[in-house]
């Protein structure tokens, strides 16, 4: 035997009392007493049977169970091999078994504990930092928050699937994560994962191109909890859209916990089939709003806080009046006034804050003025995925006509440009095409209910301001 330190004897026979309790008795008898473990090298056991016919039937019909036990039970990629022996059951194993004191069985059965959850956690690609107790609940936030909060103790049971949707920097990555966290940690023997849409689409697409798509399908089939954050991204992925539809059924059927996030109301995603979209708005459909000027300070001291730096109540009142748009904003006007003070190891004054934040993000007062059209441009063809070179461009595809009429009434409804500005800005276009667009959303609007929800939206963000 060449075990040395890489015996994974102990393994071994955990994985095969795991299996004798999967397998009818019988069978069990007949395939694994004549076969027995014969030494483990690195990140390989060797296993011996008692002749080529017993290893070719555990070969074909048990090799994957036990690699897959190997695997999980010690945290790596164990190849397993065969060989036939001139006799089973050598000496091996019993002397093996008369070395294993009870000592070094509770150590290898606590290491077995510990990896597996250090598997589990690196497996469900969670940040760890995201949890409930550093998430501040206002009336911004408190639904979503109770909401997940109740998932997370009791998965698959009262809200399945839920659905969290808000714009941007107002902590849907940050709920979605603290479910998963508590649930590692509350309830370890469920298996979760994290994804985002985006990294969904892109394993399924390389298990096309490496033709492992039942890889692929199984591997999010056999999951306990299913996250997946900002699926507005699957918007015109058609082929990505029909293999969530199915994992999404599956999981469904077996009462599996799943939880996605949305960057704006399901009603108002674009090229999402129906069958798919009504599945997301299935179960509960929670909103997270900007938070008001109360939870903004609270935010600010809480991030404070838990940085251990301190600020005085002017500097954060002055923080929380004009940064308006979402909590990320918020925290980054707070990191470089702290770095600052940091690094120069003194306290920032009043006058110094205001210098160092500069011009901060859209504020109610100033949105009129500080909004640029190129902005608008931007800001609109990102919710329409549509470049602004389209949308100054050309082209009269009805994709790209809607989104930039759209952003041209927006432009002549939040700020003070005038029509000839605009179409300068648009591209070189006259300014009677600008008044004609404002017109053509207008009657739009007035018909079209989603339609009017997409406008809002988009003058909401552009201009989002609470207080
Ligand atoms: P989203 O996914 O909606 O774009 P994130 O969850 O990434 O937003 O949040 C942006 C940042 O703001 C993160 O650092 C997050 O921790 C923080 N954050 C958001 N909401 C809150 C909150 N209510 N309390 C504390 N931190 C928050
Ligand atoms: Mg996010």
């Not at 306290?347 to 608008?376: C, M, N, R, W, Y």
């Not at 667009?437 to 009017?452: C, H, I, N, P, W």
Request: hydrophobic fraction near 35%.
């Amino acid at each position: 035997m060449s075990d040395g330190e890489h015996s994974y004897y102990e393994f071994w026979k955990e994985t095969v009392s795991r299996v004798r309790e999967t397998l009818p008795e019988q069978e069990y008898n007949t395939w694994f007493n004549r076969l027995s473990y014969l030494r483990s090298e690195e990140r390989k056991v060797v296993l011996s049977g008692a002749s080529q016919f017993i290893l070719d039937t555990v070969i074909s019909r048990y090799r994957d169970l036990l690699v897959n036990t190997l695997s999980e039970l010690t945290g790596e990629e164990i190849v397993v091999e065969f060989e036939v022996a001139a006799r089973p059951s050598p000496a091996a194993q019993e002397s093996h078994t008369e070395a294993a004191s009870q000592a070094k069985r509770t150590q290898i059965k606590q290491s077995i504990t510990a990896q597996k959850s250090a598997k589990m956690r690196s497996e469900s690609n969670l940040n760890a930092s995201y949890e409930f107790t550093n998430f501040v609940i206002g009336d911004n936030s408190a639904f979503a928050y109770n909401a997940s909060l109740a998932i997370a103790k009791n998965p698959g049971v009262s809200y399945n699937p839920c659905l969290i949707y808000g714009g941007v920097g107002l902590g849907k990555t940050h709920l979605l994560s603290s479910i998963g966290n508590h649930i590692l940690e509350n309830t370890p023997e469920l298996k979760v994962m994290y994804v985002t849409a985006e990294m969904f689409t892109n394993e399924f697409i390389e298990s096309i191109g490496t033709q492992k798509t039942q890889h692929f399908k199984n591997k999010f089939r056999k999951v306990d909890v299913l996250l997946i954050d900002d699926i507005h991204f699957l918007q015109g992925k058609d082929s990505t859209q029909e293999e969530l539809f199915h994992t999404f059924n599956n999981l469904y059927d077996s009462k599996k916990q799943m939880v996605f996030t949305c960057d704006r109301p399901i009603s108002e995603l674009k090229n999402i089939t129906d069958r798919l979209s009504s599945r997301f708005e299935r179960g509960l459909n929670v909103d997270l709003q900007p938070p008001n000027y109360e939870t903004r300070m609270a935010i600010l001291k809480n991030k404070l806080s838990l940085r251990g730096a301190s600020m005085s109540e002017e500097i954060l009142n002055y923080i929380a009046t004009n940064v308006v748009t979402n909590v990320r904003d918020l925290e980054s006007s707070l990191t470089k006034l702290v770095a600052y003070s940091e690094l120069l190891n003194q306290e920032v004054s009043f006058d110094k804050a205001k210098e160092l934040l500069g011009v901060l993000p859209a504020h109610a007062a100033h949105a009129s003025q500080t909004l640029s059209i190129d902005t608008i441009i931007k800001v609109v063809g990102q919710y329409f995925n549509v470049s602004s070179f389209e949308i100054k461009g050309k082209k009269k595809n009805k994709s790209i006509v809607q989104p930039r009429q759209i952003a041209m009434y927006l432009a002549r409804d939040i700020t003070d440009f005038s029509t000839t500005e605009i179409g300068t800005e648009f591209g070189g276009r006259d300014h009677t095409t600008v008044m004609h667009s404002y017109d053509r959303v207008e009657s739009l609007m007035k018909g079209d209910e989603a339609f009017t929800n997409t406008v809002l939206k988009l003058k909401r963000d552009l201009t989002t301001i609470k207080d």
